[in-house]
């Protein structure tokens, strides 16, 4: 079946780095585009940072400067590189991949890692 798994969440300090990583499936061999996205309790859930196939990537504003989202195509995976952890980037964050595989196009989530920015 068609699988992201995430891995790199964890406990960090202010201030601190983490790198996550996201593996989809090699089975799926259209992706159309790869993102991360977070959801701390009681709240929405919100895009982080989004990497089209073809095009730059964004990163939402209230990571810009501190997250980098990258993707090797090759192997199916996306990563994000979270730099001067805040408090306020505390979540479970979540892979995300568009599948294109028929007329429609097909959402993938990864089942969450959690990163915890605290003291």
């Known amino acids: 079946q068609m699988l992201l798994v995430e891995s790199g969440g964890g406990l960090v300090q202010p201030g601190g780095s983490l790198r996550l990583s996201c593996a989809a499936s090699r089975s799926i061999v259209s992706i159309h585009l790869m993102a991360w996205y977070r959801q701390a309790p009681g709240k929405p859930r919100e895009l982080v940072a989004e990497?089209?196939?073809?095009?730059?990537?964004v990163t939402a504003d209230s990571v810009k400067g501190r997250f980098t989202i990258s993707r090797d195509n090759a192997k199916n995976k996306v990563f994000l590189q979270m730099n001067d952890l805040k408090p306020e980037d505390t979540a479970v964050y979540y892979c995300?991949?568009?599948?294109?595989?028929?007329?429609?196009?097909?959402?993938?989530w990864g089942q969450g890692t959690q990163v915890t920015v605290s003291e």
């Open positions: 995300y991949a568009r599948i294109i595989t028929g007329p429609s196009p097909v959402d993938l």
């Open positions: 990497t089209p196939s073809v095009g730059v990537p």
